[in-house]
């Protein structure tokens, strides 16, 4: 079963405007990160946060994770036309040594 | 990320066949995996491997092999393809050091179609 569910599953916004992603997940983890998809490529690292932190930010990227709502959510602020891709939160469960992906949102940004 | 490279780009191939997906990697990391994804499932891990005396069963290992010829090859078989193993299909690496970095460097994947 999916270790991690992003939520919205898609969402669509105008350029400048804020896009909020959110990534529940089941059980306690070593660190979450953030991956980036284009359309049909491979997926792109973002972010990596361990379960110690509570906020990270890189760029525009804004990422937080509240582990005892087992929660994260991936912020990206004045988005971009580019932005446009699919977003994949992963968790690093302790004694598995291998990331679990979820199951990912489409963002799309009208320019 | 070119520096993460599989073969081929997209397949085509029938009910039965046996089918050979291979990557290879130039950024010196010790671990590899595969992946498959499907629309709306996200990415499941087929086979691991943190070098090369060492595989690992992902979730979904059933209809499928792998093989590390070398640290830097790592290849996916199936053995007799059926059509719910279409499907896009992901080669992935990591230098697996738990201090730095454990993120994973994809490859640009394989579409799998299986008539």
């Known amino acids: 079963s999916q270790q991690g569910e992003e939520d919205p599953q898609a969402l669509s916004i105008q350029e400048g405007e804020n896009a909020t992603m959110n990534c529940s997940y089941k059980?306690?983890?070593?660190?979450l990160q953030w991956y980036r998809q284009n359309s049909g490529r491979g997926l792109v690292h973002l972010i990596l946060i361990r379960s110690n932190e509570r906020e990270k930010h890189s760029g525009r990227l804004r990422v937080t994770l509240d582990t005892s709502k087992k929660s994260s959510s991936l912020l990206i602020t004045a988005s971009r036309a580019a932005d446009t891709a699919s977003y994949f939160c992963a968790t690093d469960p302790p004694g598995t040594d291998k990331l679990i992906f979820g199951t990912g949102t489409r963002l799309q940004v009208f320019p | 990320d070119a520096d993460v490279t599989q073969t081929p780009r997209n397949r085509i191939t029938k009910t039965g066949k046996r089918i050979m997906l291979e990557c290879s990697q130039t950024?010196?990391?010790?671990?590899m995996y595969w992946y498959r994804q499907d629309p709306g499932l996200g990415l499941r891990l087929i086979y691991y491997?943190?070098?090369?005396?060492?595989?690992n069963k992902g979730e979904i290992s059933d209809g499928y092999s792998v093989s590390r010829q070398a640290q830097a090859k790592f290849s996916l078989s199936l053995e007799s393809a059926i059509p719910n193993q279409t499907a896009l299909y992901f080669c992935?690496?990591?230098?697996?050091?738990?201090?730095?970095?454990?993120?994973?460097?994809f490859g640009s994947g394989t579409q799998l179609s299986v008539l």
């Open positions: 992935a690496t990591s230098d697996g050091h738990p201090a730095t970095n454990e993120k994973l460097f």
């Open positions: 950024k010196g990391h010790d671990r």
């Open positions: 491997s943190f070098d090369v005396k060492d595989i």
């Open positions: 059980t306690s983890i070593n660190n």
